[in-house]
């Protein structure tokens, strides 16, 4: 993507995310959901389901339910296009918990050279000169880099994003804590590939490999997706503002 594409797309992001912040339903350009519920602030399993609309038309849930595995300490309140103030814990670095919010969909990061069949979504290949730094101290806290291969900056090892890993095939972005960053308030956050059915994580969302491609395979950055993450009773609280579909 060109430095302009990238200008226009920022900007439509800070649209997005002043158009829906103020508390008022989703709206009608948000076309995908990719709903996950925890039973509460301190759990580290829950379910996750998709959902689409048309213009004019209702939520709609697609495929079923999916177990998912949170951060080792349970949900905190992140940084995306709506969080639910100070009811909650809130998202620091190193904390354990996954952010909780709505959060728009960002890039695909993969290990392949492209995507499955019939995926059709922003994505990049990640090699041995990608990085996601996660210490708050680096200059590029929270943002992928890809650096010159011969001649890498001393911080890169640590922060590097791995290659060859089983669990990372696919990385949907989850952009929390992106507009903008804040130094320390988390980071690298992601849906992918659990390593086990029990095997917690430092704050992404896992699942089960062939449930991670469905989604993959599904989602459309035509429709706008976003991520939403919540504990029960927030959820049964915020959905009727937010215009979230009914939880079962």
Same mark, same amino acid.
């Given at each position: 993507m060109n430095a302009f594409l990238k200008t226009i797309a920022a900007i439509g992001l800070v649209i997005l995310t002043g158009s829906i912040a103020s508390g008022?339903?989703?709206?009608?350009? $948000?076309?995908?959901?990719?709903?996950? $519920?925890?039973?509460?602030?301190?759990?580290?399993? #829950?379910?996750?389901?998709?959902?689409?609309?048309?213009?004019? #038309?209702p939520w709609r849930q697609v495929g079923g339910e999916v177990p998912v595995l949170y951060g080792k300490n349970g949900l905190a309140w992140g940084r995306g296009v709506r969080d639910g103030g100070d009811s909650g814990p809130q998202k620091r670095e190193g904390d354990g918990r996954s952010p909780a919010g709505v959060f728009a969909i960002g890039t695909i990061y993969g290990n392949e050279a492209r995507l499955p069949d019939g995926a059709d979504f922003p994505f990049h290949q990640v090699t041995t000169n990608d990085a996601w730094p996660d210490d708050p101290a680096n200059p590029f806290y929270n943002q992928h880099v890809v650096v010159d291969g011969k001649v890498r900056p001393p911080w890169f090892a640590a922060q590097r994003m791995r290659t060859g890993d089983p669990a990372y095939r696919w990385r949907v972005e989850i952009r929390h804590n992106a507009e903008p960053i804040e130094p320390g308030a988390g980071s690298a956050t992601f849906l992918h590939i659990r390593r086990g059915e029990t095997r917690r994580t430092s704050g992404c969302t896992t699942m089960a490999e062939p449930a991670l491609q469905d989604l993959v395979v599904w989602l459309r950055a035509a429709a706008q997706p976003l991520y939403v993450l919540l504990p029960r009773e927030e959820y049964e609280r915020l959905a009727p503002a937010w215009g979230l579909p009914i939880a079962e």
């Open positions: 008022e339903p989703l709206g009608a350009e $948000i076309r995908q959901l990719v709903v996950s $519920i925890a039973p509460d602030w301190s759990a580290s399993t #829950g379910s996750l389901r998709r959902y689409e609309r048309g213009p004019d #038309g």
